[in-house]
């Protein structure tokens, strides 16, 4: 079984599906965002960066899944990616459910790192101009940050099983 999931990892174009899943994603919310009127908020746009390193994290694994640094790094910024958007699709939750509440506050301005001030260069994607406790959208009863606790879920789970196939493919290929 972890040889069938490791050849995954090895073809090139598993690798695309996981950049295209993730620009898919990202297209809806600009739908949503520009096509529907919904506001990103500071934590809409954490997950958005997420959602673009997922992307980038595939890019990079399509282009460089033969060499062990091209996969070592495409997993990297897959797992930061996937978790770290988890967490923040978490918190949103969190804030969600506490609207209102003293403890559970969002910023106005993205707390992006001084070099990399993505809300200035590229404010059509990453400025935040919405609420983080207003809940403007829900399909079945979820709102949109639930929604992406499953595919953070998702993507986080895959990445463990494909890494972890990987790595035992590596080891039984390294004793034989």
Request: hydrophobic share 55%; aromatic share 16%; with cysteine.
């Amino acid at each position: 079984m972890f040889n069938a999931l490791n050849q995954w990892v090895l073809n090139t174009k598993s690798w695309w599906l996981l950049a295209l899943s993730a620009l898919t994603l990202e297209l809806t919310a600009l739908y949503f965002q520009y096509g529907m009127g919904l506001e990103p908020c500071i934590m809409c746009i954490y997950q958005r960066v997420a959602i673009i390193g997922v992307m980038f994290a595939g890019i990079i694994g399509a282009l460089g899944n033969k060499a062990f640094i091209g996969r070592a790094l495409a997993f990297s910024i897959w797992g930061v990616s996937a978790i770290w958007g988890l967490l923040i699709a978490i918190e949103h939750v969190e804030m969600q459910s506490n609207a209102g509440s003293l403890f559970f506050s969002c910023d106005i301005v993205p707390n992006f790192p001084q070099w990399l001030p993505l809300h200035e260069w590229i404010p059509a994607l990453f400025e935040a101009t919405g609420d983080c406790g207003e809940i403007s959208w829900s399909f079945l009863g979820y709102s949109m940050p639930q929604w992406m606790i499953v595919v953070y879920s998702v993507y986080s789970a895959m990445f463990a099983v494909f890494l972890l196939s990987h790595l035992i493919s590596l080891v039984s290929r390294n004793k034989a």
